[in-house]
């Protein structure tokens, strides 16, 4: 049985950080590049950082410099750093593997930054 849960998310005032977690199923997580995505009130889903299973990264151009995407193997645990938050980085957050299989979007973790 697959599950993707999300973790950590919240209200934070700009400028502020966040760590957001999501614990894979083990039979996904070692043989797969993960994704974390957002889907903010109005607008499609979007990837927002992947890491491959050899920890290569990339990230969309609005989150570069500001948010970090990590793995630990170890706790089949994908992870995203997010400092300097903005208020348009308010969205619901996920994670899926990359590419992304839509059988596996779990419930997400609401992250709001607002003052």
């Known amino acids: 049985q697959v599950q993707l849960v999300e973790s950590g998310g919240g209200l934070v005032q700009p400028g502020g950080s966040l760590r957001l977690s999501c614990a894979a199923s083990?039979?996904?997580?070692?043989?797969?590049?993960m994704g974390w995505y957002r889907q903010a009130p109005g607008k499609q889903r979007e990837l927002v950082a992947r890491i491959t299973i050899g920890s290569s990264t990339n990230y969309a151009d609005s989150v570069k410099g500001r948010f970090t995407i990590s793995r630990d193997n170890a706790k089949n645990t994908v992870y995203l750093q997010m400092n300097s938050l903005k208020p348009e980085d308010t969205a619901v957050y996920y994670c899926?593997?990359?590419?992304?299989?839509?059988?596996?979007w779990g419930q997400g973790t609401q992250v709001t930054v607002s003052s």
């Open positions: 899926n593997i990359f590419p992304v299989r839509n059988s596996y």
């Open positions: 083990r039979n996904i997580f070692r043989i797969n590049a």
